[in-house]
DNA sequence: TCTGGGGTCCTAGGACCC
DNA sequence: TCTGGGGTCCTAGGACCC
């Protein structure tokens, strides 16, 4: 069996575990640059509010005090996640952490005298040592796992279990099609129009047909809802194939020097990341474009893929080639809404392979690594940014809006101090 | 005025090889 | 009339996830 624990409506969660005066009333935490709403409380999904919906449709709810919001506080959630997962591993301890509000548990090694209680004691704990709902879905593989995991939030123990064909069936009738994992939007439209309404439904189809509509990926959802375990844990993530940094502009830009420079901090972040999984990259895409919901003829976009001499990590040469890809597909006269960079074609760093017309000589490159190590370092200990490359900048004039931000409280000293004191 | 960000996997089709 | 066959690699684009 497969245990799934997932939070209900996460960000929410956190914010209201702090800040408790927020419970009961509707809610939402908006995405980064506060432009739309991507975590809703119960209350506020029964006011109508929706996923996705813009922060200025939300304008007059919030100023009528009938909702709050706060800005998405990533750090936040990534440690409280951290604190419930360890929770979870002293009940479970074959875990895989899927999402930063997901955790899969498989149980096939051990012997439970009875798997559903031992569920509602963990969420018990949960709630009460760190102050996040959660709701706890056991099933025969993890797509069926992720139905009961949804079926949970509907059981007054927050925990539910499909552990018998019976039980299964009744799962699948009650799942609409659109909400079953791994059938998005796309497919969830060819399913309806054939008439296929639920998970239930789906699994009456032909095995041929499904294969041919939706690929292996939808074949082996079908199997899985079938009751076949088709999807093996992983319980070391893997090193990343692709890092990607973009962040939409406080407002628009028109000028390429903003933009360079905002591009540039996207760059070092990515390059933090690609150096702190031990890798480089061979390859960069740079990507610009204006917001999608402008008229027609002000709309443009462009990206430029550039293949380097020599895969690398270092953040200098991999702003200086951005740069120059950014200039490549740079227009005058559009409001850019957002400038982005994708670092692909990643390898271990000792894979590296020089190229037969090196311009780079290796005493200065292993010097250039150290270098490297060392500001990575400080800017560990004394905060991002403290040491970082000029063109990066000091005003950040574009950098997102983030109006209404919590604070840091489990992971910044002096709001910690502030916690205790309150 | 204003509409998120970061990933993965699969397939079809073109380029190229012998 | 009719114009080989078998294979690999790469990439763009589409679908999905949270």
Redesign the pocket.
């Known amino acids: 069996m497969v245990v799934l624990i997932d939070s209900n409506n996460f960000y929410v969660s956190v914010e209201r575990a702090f800040q408790p005066y927020l419970k009961n009333v509707a809610g939402c935490v908006m995405?980064?640059?506060d432009?739309?709403a991507?975590a809703l409380s119960n209350e506020a999904k029964q006011l109508g509010i929706k996923?996705?919906t813009?922060?200025?449709e939300l304008r007059d709810m919030l100023n009528q005090g009938k909702v709050w919001w706060r800005s998405s506080n990533y750090t936040l959630y990534q440690d409280m996640m951290r604190r419930i997962t360890k929770i979870i591993k002293r009940s479970f301890p074959d875990q895989e952490i899927?999402?930063?509000?997901?955790c899969f548990c498989d149980v096939s090694g051990h012997r439970y005298e009875n798997l559903e209680d031992k569920g509602v004691e963990l969420r018990a704990r949960i709630l009460k040592w760190v102050g996040v709902p959660v709701g706890i879905g056991i099933a025969p593989n993890r797509t069926l796992a992720?139905i009961a995991n949804k079926l949970s939030k509907n059981t007054e123990t927050g925990v539910f279990m499909m552990d018998t064909p019976a039980k299964i069936e009744e799962g699948l009738k009650a799942t609409e099609i659109d909400d079953?994992?791994?059938?998005?939007?796309?497919?969830?439209i060819k399913l309806i129009q054939e008439g296929v309404y639920t998970a239930w439904d789906f699994i009456q189809l032909p095995e041929d047909y499904v294969l041919k509509l939706m690929?292996?990926?939808g074949r082996r959802t079908y199997r899985e809802l079938k009751g076949e375990k088709c999807m093996p844990m992983e319980y070391d993530r893997?090193d990343?194939?692709?890092?990607?940094?973009?962040?939409?502009f406080r407002?628009?830009e028109r000028e390429l020097p903003p933009m360079e420079e905002a591009l540039a901090n996207?760059v070092a972040?990515?390059a933090l990341?690609l150096r702190s999984q031990r890798s480089v990259c061979a390859k960069i895409f740079v990507y610009a474009h204006t917001?999608r919901?402008a008229v027609i003829t002000d709309r443009y976009s462009a990206g430029q893929?550039i293949k380097l001499e020599v895969a690398t990590n270092d953040t200098a040469l991999l702003i200086k080639e951005a740069v120059r890809a950014l200039r490549m597909i740079f227009v005058k006269g559009y409001?850019y809404?957002?400038v982005?960079i994708?670092l692909k074609e990643l390898k271990p760093e000792n894979q590296v392979q020089s190229s037969l017309f090196d311009r780079v000589d290796a005493g200065k490159n292993e010097k250039m690594q150290k270098a490297l190590r060392a500001i990575d370092g400080m800017n560990a200990v004394y905060g991002k940014d403290t040491v970082r490359y000029a063109v990066m900048g000091y005003e950040k004039k574009w950098f997102?809006k983030q109006e209404y931000l919590s604070r840091k409280f489990t992971t910044r000293l002096e709001d910690i101090i502030v916690v205790k004191a309150v």
Do not use: L
């Open positions: 995405s980064n640059g432009g739309c991507i996923r996705g813009p922060f200025f899927y999402s930063i509000d997901e992720k079953v994992w791994g059938i998005g939007p796309r497919y969830a690929t292996i990926q893997p990343k194939q692709a890092i990607a940094t973009a962040r939409s407002g628009f996207y972040n990515a990341k917001s919901f893929e409001r809404q957002k982005g994708e997102m």
